[in-house]
């Protein structure tokens, strides 16, 4: 089992920055994707960043430029980096874990945080 938690979600104007983090606990050891999801009013839920273990990243189209993901390996958290925010990125916010190969984008991961509220004002 593996255990997330996120932190860092909350309000900020258009054209800010927030940094959320994510921290993994349990059996992390194999985990081979990290990723942050985020769930609109009315919409799905869909993958904004993933970090593979091979340390490469994905970006959705609507962030990439704006949105950073990192990892911190001794710490066992990951971090998404959103620089000049707009309100279409309001949402609730999930990290995920996953420690098989697969689709992230069509099938999400296993394992998922309880989410944090993200709020962009215009």
């Known amino acids: 089992q593996v255990q997330l938690v996120e932190s860092g979600g909350g309000l900020v104007q258009a054209g800010g920055s927030l940094r959320l983090s994510c921290a993994a606990s349990g059996s992390i050891f194999s985990i081979n994707a990290r990723g942050w999801y985020r769930q609109a009013p009315g919409k799905e839920r869909e993958l904004v960043a993933l970090?593979?273990?091979?340390?490469?990243?994905y970006y959705a189209e609507p962030v990439r430029g704006r949105f950073t993901i990192s990892r911190d390996n001794a710490k066992n958290t990951v971090y998404l980096q959103m620089n000049m925010m707009k309100p279409e990125d309001t949402g609730v916010y999930y990290c995920?874990?996953?420690?098989?190969?697969?689709?992230?984008?069509?099938?999400?991961?296993?394992?998922w945080g309880k989410g944090t509220l993200v709020t962009v004002s215009s």
């Open positions: 970090i593979i273990s091979d340390g490469s990243t």
């Open positions: 995920a874990a996953e420690h098989k190969v697969g689709d992230y984008v069509r099938d999400g991961m296993y394992y």
